[in-house]
């Protein structure tokens, strides 16, 4: 393809082309300078797993935190409990202090503080960890009996013929798993996709927006012992200021108004602690019964086994054993991991860093972003070289197609574009060293 080409004008005349240098881009079309840039542009660039997360999750310290995309909230649930907290140590304490003998009221603050920090290392724990969230596959599974085809990139952006359930042994009982579109796997048993960090999580409970995070296998214990001691801290901070309340009227021989009105503060923690004390209180009576009974939020809300046995129910304390008891499976993803991104999507590839990429890799990507654009380079380009092919036919047997209005003195040239496109893939359009058509009636 290299060289000087020469090319005849309709008026006899020659014109030079020379197809060694290369067409400078901006003479190019769109779509063929989408075609190059996806063909030519095969650098990656090193990252880590976290960097090139597709899902919604933020990451602290170099990828050891994990948190939902609704992080700024786990602030709030920080203050909802530290503000009582410091109200209670500043006003509240001082006076029991006072009243109560032999340091028990020095007790009283140690243990609320003691308890606040738990609480708190129990929220992070509940957050800032991996709630069981499921790896998705780069490429659609190979499913027996059905037929996937790997021909053309457009597969991956089309979805392959995979039925849309599985169905699965749970101790004896049959199952049903489904397909994600999103991860491009068969969901595990109790596993569900969330919409708000757009991840599969691994015995999905719920997303909890209080904690900024998904509820699932490998943070549900951590979730039930914040709720349960936030609801005991609540208590807690309730029954001693009422005993504030109470040694007030008690001195002052004055009723609960009066009391209220020389302790305020007091006043407005009973009020507050009481109505947390229900919320947090009712959370944890309800996740008690889904801890005894072996079910899930989720499960629960879509009245999963209303009238159906529940395949994962051994009893009430082996569930309880389960739940508390069981070690904690280690998270399936490897967030510090280095990967290798193609650095035209930005998206990571299917192999890891130490793997090394073949250059015979077919004109497919294999990541699904890159995949949609790289079919649609590939059918521009099977356009053009069937008009290239065309071309060098209608030379070589000195016809033309019927129904062909031509006029007697029309020049069929190549292009510059064709030219720049047919020497970067190294396609010979068959054509003869005039490279044109003229058809003269």
Excluded at 5 to 15: A, H, I
Excluded at 208 to 235: A, D, E, H
């Amino acid at each position: 393809m290299g060289g000087v080409e020469r090319m005849r004008g309709g008026s006899g005349g020659e014109k030079m082309y020379n197809t060694s240098t290369p067409m400078p881009t901006h003479q190019l079309s769109d779509s063929n300078r989408r075609i190059m840039g996806s063909h030519n542009d095969n650098r990656a660039r090193n990252l880590r797993v976290y960097q090139a997360w597709k899902g919604n999750n933020i990451f602290c310290l170099g990828g050891r935190l994990v948190f939902g995309p609704d992080v700024r909230s786990l602030f709030l649930t920080i203050l909802l409990i530290m503000i009582p907290v410091v109200l209670f140590s500043a006003f509240v304490s001082r006076r029991l202090i006072e009243d109560f003998q032999h340091q028990l009221g020095d007790y009283i603050v140690v243990i609320c503080a003691v308890l606040t920090a738990y609480v708190i290392i129990l929220l992070f724990l509940t957050s800032a960890r991996d709630p069981g969230i499921i790896p998705r596959n780069l490429h659609p599974p190979e499913d027996e009996g059905s037929s996937i085809s790997a021909d053309w990139p457009g597969s991956q952006v089309s979805g392959p013929s995979l039925p849309p359930t599985k169905d699965v042994m749970v101790n004896g009982m049959v199952v049903k798993v489904k397909y994600c579109q999103t991860c491009m796997l068969y969901r595990s048993p109790r596993c569900s996709h969330c919409s708000i960090c757009n991840n599969c999580v691994e015995r999905f409970d719920h997303h909890c927006p209080w904690v900024g995070q998904c509820i699932g296998k490998r943070n549900y214990r951590f979730f039930f012992m914040f709720v349960s001691s936030t609801t005991i801290l609540c208590l807690y901070v309730l029954a001693f200021c009422w005993v504030n309340i109470r040694k007030i009227m008690d001195t002052y021989h004055c009723d609960i108004w009066r009391a209220f009105l020389k302790s305020p503060v007091s006043g407005i923690l009973v009020l507050y602690t009481f109505i947390c004390a229900w919320f947090v209180g009712g959370l944890t009576a309800f996740h008690l019964y889904l801890i005894c009974t072996n079910q899930t939020t989720y499960e629960n809300f879509r009245y999963r086994y209303d009238g159906k046995m529940n395949p994962y129910n051994l009893g009430c304390v082996r569930n309880v054993l389960e739940v508390f008891f069981t070690k904690i499976p280690k998270s399936k993803n490897k967030f510090r991991a280095k990967v290798l991104v193609d650095s035209s999507s930005g998206y990571a590839a299917s192999m890891p860093l130490s793997h090394v990429l073949s250059p015979e890799v077919p004109k497919r990507s294999f990541d699904i972003e890159v995949g949609k654009r790289q079919a649609v380079a590939d059918e521009d380009f099977e356009d053009l070289q069937s008009q290239i092919d065309s071309i060098g036919g209608l030379e070589r047997c000195g016809t033309q197609p019927r129904h062909a209005n031509w006029d007697h003195k029309a020049n069929w040239e190549i292009t510059p574009d064709i030219q720049v496109l047919a020497a970067e893939f190294g396609m010979e359009p068959g054509l003869a060293d005039g490279q044109k058509i003229s058809r003269d009636h």
